[in-house]
C-alpha cells in the first residue's frame, strides 16, 4: 500500500524585507517585500507571517505549504489569487508551481512545487 507524506521540503530560501504591509505567512511574496497581486508574478512562497518592515524567508524551490483561495486538484498548475492565496492557473496569467495536494475550498492548505 503506497503512503502519502504530505510534508515540505523547501529546498532554496531567500531573505527580503516586508516593505508595505505585514503578510500572512504561506501567501506569495514578490521580490520588493510585497504580497503578489492576483495573477502576477512572485518570487516564491512566504514561510511564516511577518510585519512590515521585517525580514522574511521565502521559499524560491521546494514542495511548500500554502493557503488556497478556492478548491485545487492535484496537478492543477497555480497562480496567485485574492490575498496572495494558491488558485488554479488561468489562461493568460503567470504560473508559480503545480499542486501537489488537493483542496475542496477556500483556506486549505495544499502542497505546491515551485
Known amino acids: 500500500m503506497a503512503t502519502t507524506h504530505n510534508t515540505e521540503k523547501v529546498g532554496l530560501t531567500w531573505s527580503i524585507k516586508a516593505v508595505t504591509a505585514a503578510i500572512s505567512g504561506q501567501r506569495f511574496a514578490k521580490p520588493d517585500g510585497a504580497a503578489a497581486s492576483s495573477g502576477g508574478n512572485a518570487l516564491g512562497v512566504t514561510l511564516y507571517e511577518i510585519t512590515s518592515g521585517d525580514d522574511m524567508a521565502v521559499a524560491i524551490e521546494g514542495i511548500v505549504r500554502i493557503e488556497t483561495v478556492g478548491a485545487v486538484a492535484v496537478n492543477d498548475e497555480i497562480q496567485a489569487g485574492d490575498g496572495a492565496k494558491a488558485f ?7 504560473k508559480l508551481g503545480t499542486a501537489v495536494t488537493a483542496a475542496s475550498a477556500a483556506g486549505e492548505i495544499i502542497l505546491i512545487k515551485l
Do not use: M, N, R, T
Open 88 to 94: 488554479p492557473l488561468i489562461s493568460g496569467k503567470v
